[in-house]
């Protein structure tokens, strides 16, 4: 047996017995979760969590690209999409709770009713605000409630809005999925735009750096909708809440932060904590930033595919609580401060920006 063997199994019983006294000072017993993506964005953050507060942790995804995740995380591999990998990967395991951050599809809900039904205590799945979006004739903020009713039409095949309207009927047909699989013990989390350090678009990192380069920022003049996001630490908080009281089953909570805001007093927000004067903006018809190409890359938080959600069920039911808007991009901006990452695509063209603005 070489040295390089016995280091991996040291490593590993180092991980378990850390796990182990990490649980017993929180008085809990050290529980086996399983969660489905997990290496981007918010399921990435929710692992250390995880990990930090002595659960056992495996995660499942198709392993095609590198990860910093700990090595003390359990993995199985499967395509998600494909029924019988998803079987074989998890043949005579349980788990007490599952998290599942990439469930897409009504197709890929019936899968998991039938894999995890005897299989796990608690499933919660990561859905969208964007189940509203597809409705006729409600108001925002959406409500819990506003879910059902009578559904938008199909857009032309093919185009933006089609593939956007399709994601939202998808996500439907998944939670109505487990809507209806008696005694399935799912939850739902429906979520707005997320704004993260780990966000893989670096939507807001984009905002940063046009306020940073002191330019005019172009936003189209509709829809305009009001902003009410979310922080991906809350989500994160959300998930363990769920986790540790077993709350929730058979239901779909909005996650949602308490402030709407303009996305001028947004931009406003950003730039005074960033020490800037507020920002020059420059708006234009919709359909002009199309053509010039700069839709949705120059203003992203003006998509009309943004869900603005009410939150109140959640607070009342699972006790959540939601960190300011303003205290959470100040540490996003911090978080950039420190680790800044490579400029977004979508800011090389910036120069071509300014001067469509100053035009």
């Known amino acids: 047996m070489g040295y390089g063997f016995l280091a991996i199994i040291c490593k590993q019983?180092?991980?378990?017995?850390?796990?182990?006294?990490?649980?017993?000072?929180?008085?809990?017993i050290v529980k086996n979760i399983l969660v489905i993506g997990g290496t981007r964005n918010v399921g990435y953050q929710l692992v250390q969590r995880l990990l930090e507060d002595g659960y056992n942790v495996t995660i499942l995804n198709r392993g095609m690209g590198e990860d910093d995740l700990p090595e003390g995380v359990h993995r199985l591999r499967a395509d998600r999409t494909n029924a019988q990998q998803m079987k074989r990967a998890l043949l005579?395991?349980?788990?007490?709770?599952?998290?599942?951050?990439v469930l897409f599809t009504g197709r890929e809900a019936e899968t998991v009713v039938e894999l995890l039904k005897d299989l796990t205590?608690?499933?919660?799945?990561?859905?969208?605000?964007?189940?509203?979006?597809?409705r006729e004739d409600i108001s925002r903020p959406f409500k819990e409630s506003d879910y059902h009713g009578r559904l938008l039409p199909s857009p032309k095949a093919n185009t933006y809005a089609f593939e956007e309207w399709k994601y939202g009927m998808d996500k439907r047909n998944a939670e109505d999925i487990f809507a209806n699989a008696e005694g399935f013990p799912y939850t739902v989390l429906r979520l707005p735009m997320v704004n993260s350090e780990r966000d893989p678009f670096k939507r807001l990192y984009g905002y940063i750096l046009r306020l940073k380069d002191g330019g005019p920022l172009l936003v189209p003049e509709t829809p305009n909708?009001?902003?009410?996001?979310?922080?991906?630490?809350?989500?994160?908080?959300?998930?363990?809440?769920?986790?540790?009281?077993?709350?929730?089953?058979?239901?779909?909570y909005n996650i949602?932060?308490?402030e709407t805001v303009s996305l001028d007093d947004f931009l406003g927000i950003l730039a005074r904590l960033k020490g800037k004067n507020p920002p020059t903006i420059v708006r234009k018809k919709a359909s002009e930033l199309e053509a010039a190409g700069f839709l949705p890359d120059c203003s992203p938080f003006s998509?009309?595919?943004?869900?603005?959600?009410?939150?109140t069920l959640s607070k009342q039911e699972l006790g959540l609580t939601y960190t300011p808007l303003a205290t959470y991009l100040e540490k996003l901006i911090e978080h950039y401060r420190k680790f800044p990452p490579q400029p977004p695509v979508s800011y090389r063209r910036r120069n071509a920006e300014i001067q469509f603005a100053l035009a």
Request: overall charge neutral; proline content about 1%; aromatic content about 10%.
């Open 13 to 28: 019983i180092h991980v378990r017995i850390v796990a182990y006294f990490s649980a017993s000072k929180r008085n809990v």
């Open 303 to 311: 998509d009309h595919w943004m869900s603005e959600l009410d939150n």
């Open 92 to 101: 005579a395991k349980s788990f007490d709770a599952v998290i599942d951050f």
């Open 256 to 258: 949602s932060q308490d």
């Open 121 to 134: 205590n608690h499933y919660i799945c990561v859905s969208t605000g964007q189940v509203y979006l597809v």
């Open 225 to 252: 909708h009001p902003l009410r996001h979310i922080y991906g630490l809350d989500v994160v908080n959300a998930i363990m809440r769920l986790i540790e009281t077993g709350k929730g089953k058979h239901t779909a």
